[in-house]
């Protein structure tokens, strides 16, 4: 319901459906502690995550899980988890020097080939172009 609110009210809901849960506060849902639930994602995302690691933490069926995530999120769990991995490792593609395999261990991909081949999907360039294209800057210093 809170959902159908917030797009009734915005023109672009299309962006709306890329937030996430920081932006788009829900505390609860059915019973679920959302915001716990987050807190867990948000700890955990560089490990390996099933639907039942996030149904155990959530004290809610995976069915409930999965209607929640499609319902606030337009997405299914372990897709949302992905986002979160995708998001971490272009702010370390950015941010930082580290290679892009330790990136992928880091963010919680347990390979650098399926990595790569997510991230590519995602930002349509691979890891190593998307740190060329958005670091430049990082390197620039003023006289």
Same mark, same amino acid.
Request: hydrophobic content about 40%.
């Given at each position: 319901?809170?959902?159908?609110?917030?797009?009734?009210?915005?023109?672009?809901?299309?962006?709306?459906?890329?937030?996430?849960?920081?932006?788009?506060?829900?505390?609860?849902?059915?019973? /679920?502690?959302?915001?716990?639930?987050?807190?867990? /994602?948000?700890?955990?995302?560089?490990? /390996? /995550?099933?639907?039942?690691?996030?149904?155990?933490?959530?004290?809610?069926?995976?069915?409930?899980?999965?209607?929640?995530?499609?319902?606030?999120?337009?997405?299914?769990?372990?897709?949302?988890?992905?986002?979160?991995?995708?998001?971490?490792?272009?702010?370390?593609?950015?941010?930082?020097?580290?290679?892009?395999?330790?990136?992928?261990?880091?963010?919680?991909?347990?390979?650098? &080939?399926?990595?790569?081949?997510?991230?590519? +999907?995602?930002?349509?360039?691979?890891?190593?172009?998307?740190?060329?294209? &958005? +670091?430049?800057?990082?390197?620039?210093?003023?006289?």
């Amino acid at each position: 319901m809170l959902v159908n609110l917030i797009r009734e009210a915005s023109d672009d809901a299309p962006a709306l459906q890329s937030r996430t849960a920081e932006q788009i506060p829900v505390k609860t849902y059915r019973g /679920i502690d959302v915001a716990s639930l987050m807190e867990y /994602i948000q700890f955990h995302y560089s490990h /390996i /995550i099933s639907l039942d690691d996030m149904a155990l933490a959530a004290h809610a069926s995976k069915t409930t899980l999965t209607n929640m995530f499609k319902e606030l999120y337009h997405t299914t769990p372990i897709r949302y988890v992905n986002s979160i991995r995708m998001q971490k490792a272009r702010e370390l593609l950015v941010n930082t020097d580290t290679s892009i395999g330790d990136i992928a261990e880091l963010v919680g991909f347990q390979s650098i &080939h399926y990595f790569s081949r997510c991230f590519k +999907s995602k930002e349509n360039c691979t890891p190593i172009e998307y740190r060329m294209l &958005h +670091s430049s800057n990082r390197y620039f210093t003023f006289p």
